[in-house]
């Protein structure tokens, strides 16, 4: 875990910007040492993309910070996600990244498999409301 990284019983929180420098990865699993499912954001620089890729097993959901990128896919189609931009993907699905604007892209990878867990929170006894103006 960097030593940015907080962490607590049962938590940790940090910052993007504290988890590496230029471009490349952000080992966001590794350093909040999240257990469930995989996860990274990538800075893709401007101008530039990605390898073709694909997974045997993950699939992944993409979620745009800054920036903006083409995901371009194995049947040729390409989509434009600006920030806020999502994108679920199978995992035998090839595809490429490609920031074609003047400045860094960021953008989130969530990666996991075997489904969705369900709807399993709850609110601490003694607690009615969970959302609430402060």
């Given at each position: 875990m960097s030593e940015k990284v907080?962490?607590?019983?049962g938590y940790a929180v940090g910052n993007l910007a504290d988890l590496g420098e230029g471009p490349g990865?952000?080992?966001?699993?590794?350093e909040l040492e999240v257990t469930a499912f995989g996860v990274n954001a990538i800075v893709l620089p401007a101008r530039t993309e990605t390898g073709r890729h694909f997974h045997d097993e993950q699939e992944e959901l993409y979620f745009v910070h800054e920036g903006r990128v083409e995901m371009e896919f194995g049947d040729g189609t390409t989509h434009t996600?600006?920030?806020?931009g999502l994108a679920r993907v199978d995992a035998p699905t090839v595809r490429l990244i490609r920031n074609?604007?003047?400045?860094?892209a960021v953008y989130l990878v969530v990666g996991g498999k075997d489904g969705y867990v369900g709807r399993d929170g709850r609110v601490p006894e003694g607690e009615t409301q969970r959302v609430r103006p402060i």
């Open positions: 907080t962490s607590g019983e990865f952000r080992k966001v699993r590794r996600l600006a920030p806020g074609p604007g003047d400045s860094d």
